[in-house]
C-alpha cells in the first residue's frame, strides 16, 4: 500500500489498519529527519496550509506548525479569536475565503463534534481533524499507538487501560479506535459518572478499580479531568478522584509487573498522575511529544501526495 484510502484525516474510525501502518513507516523516515542536523525536506515545498484553532491549543497547534515547516510548506495561522467567525459569517465563508488564497490544506480544531466530517463535504481541499468537541483527535491517537508500538514492538494482544475523563476526551475515542484495529485489548478505567453508558459497545470494559486496571494492562495512558468541558460536577472533589484515580508512585512500586505511563497532555501533576512517576524510566511522555511531529508530518505528507496525484 502506497498511498492513504482516504482524502482526509477526519477521525482513526474512517481509516484502516493498512492506513495506520503507511503512517507509521511514513513516521519512521520522518523520525530520522527531525533527528538530523537540518531538520527540514523540501516535501511540500508547493503546498499551503491553513490551521484554523477555534479552539484553545498550544501543543498540538505548536506540534502541526513545526511538522508543516519541516516539510517545507507554506504555513498560515488563523485565530478564531479576531476571525469574522466572531461576526456571524458562517464556518463554510470563512474557509472558502481562506481557500481562494489557493491554500491547498486545512488543519482544523473546532469545539462542535463533526465539524471536519462537516466541512470536508463542503469544500474542495484535504481536512485534517485536530480535535473535534469531545469526539476525536486523530493525530494524537496515531502518536499514542506510534509511541506504545515503538516500546513494546506489535501491539496485537497488548493490553492497554485508559485512565482518567472517558466522557470528555477525544483523545479516549482515537485511542480506542486506533488500539483495536491494532488488536490491542482496551480497558477503560476512572468515575463512573465520566465513563460513557454505552462504551462496551465498543467492545471495550469498564473497570472502575483502579489498581485492579493497572495490575492487568501492559500500558497505563493517563488521562487528565477535562474541567473546561464540564457543566456540573461529576465526582465530590478533587482530593476524592486523586485518592481513587490518581497514579503516584507508591501505587506505581506496588505492582506485580512493570507497566509503560503514557499521557496526551497537558499533565496535571498530583492529580491524575504525579511528578515522580510521570518523569520516571515508566514513563514515555516526552516520546510522545517527539512522535507528535513525526506522525504530523506523516500525515500531512501522506494527504499532500493525494492532492497531487488527484491534480496531475
Given amino acids: ?6 482524502n482526509h484525516l477526519l477521525g482513526i474510525k474512517y481509516i484502516t489498519e493498512e492506513d495506520i501502518q503507511l503512517i507509521f513507516k511514513t513516521a519512521d523516515q520522518f523520525k530520522e529527519v527531525i533527528n538530523r542536523p537540518i531538520k527540514k525536506v523540501p516535501s511540500l515545498r508547493d503546498i499551503t496550509i ?20 519541516r516539510l517545507s510548506a507554506d504555513v498560515v495561522n488563523f485565530s478564531a479569536a479576531s476571525s469574522s467567525v466572531n461576526k456571524g459569517e458562517t464556518l463554510v465563508d470563512t474557509v472558502n475565503n481562506i481557500l481562494s488564497m489557493k491554500v491547498d490544506m486545512l488543519v482544523m480544531r473546532h469545539p462542535q463534534p463533526g465539524a471536519g466530517v462537516f466541512l470536508s463535504r463542503k469544500i474542495n481541499a484535504a481536512v485534517v481533524n485536530a480535535g473535534d468537541g469531545t469526539h476525536e483527535h486523530p493525530t494524537q491517537g496515531l502518536l499514542d499507538t506510534y509511541s506504545a508500538r515503538e516500546k513494546h514492538g ?28 491494532l488488536g490491542a485489548q482496551v480497558k477503560v478505567c476512572g468515575p463512573l459518572s465520566l465513563i460513557p453508558k454505552h462504551i462496551e459497545s465498543l467492545g471495550v470494559k469498564v473497570e472502575p478499580n483502579l489498581h ?37 508512585r507508591s501505587l506505581l512500586d506496588s505492582l506485580s509487573k512493570e507497566i509503560t505511563i503514557m499521557h496526551p ?11 515522580d512517576v510521570a518523569d520516571s524510566d515508566h514513563s514515555i511522555i516526552l516520546n510522545q511529544v517527539e512522535n507528535g511531529v513525526a506522525i504530523r508530518m506523516s500525515v500531512l505528507y501522506l494527504l499532500a501526495s493525494k492532492i497531487k496525484s488527484y491534480e496531475n
Fill in 212 to 248: 485492579k486496571a493497572l495490575e492487568w494492562c501492559d500500558i497505563a495512558n493517563m488521562l487528565r479531568v477535562q474541567n473546561e468541558r464540564m457543566d456540573m460536577p461529576y465526582f465530590p472533589n478533587i482530593r476524592e478522584y486523586v485518592q481513587q484515580y490518581g497514579l503516584d
Fill in 1 to 6: 500500500m502506497s498511498e492513504l484510502s482516504v
Fill in 50 to 69: 491553513a490551521n484554523l484553532f477555534f479552539e484553545n491549543s498550544t501543543r498540538t497547534r505548536l506540534s502541526f506548525e513545526l511538522a508543516e515547516k
Fill in 154 to 181: 506489535d501491539l496485537a494482544g497488548k493490553k492497554v487501560v485508559i485512565v482518567g475523563d472517558i466522557s470528555h476526551s477525544r483523545v479516549a475515542l482515537s485511542n480506542i479506535f486506533a488500539l483495536q484495529k
Fill in 265 to 275: 497532555g497537558p499533565i496535571n501533576r498530583g492529580v491524575e498522575i504525579s511528578s
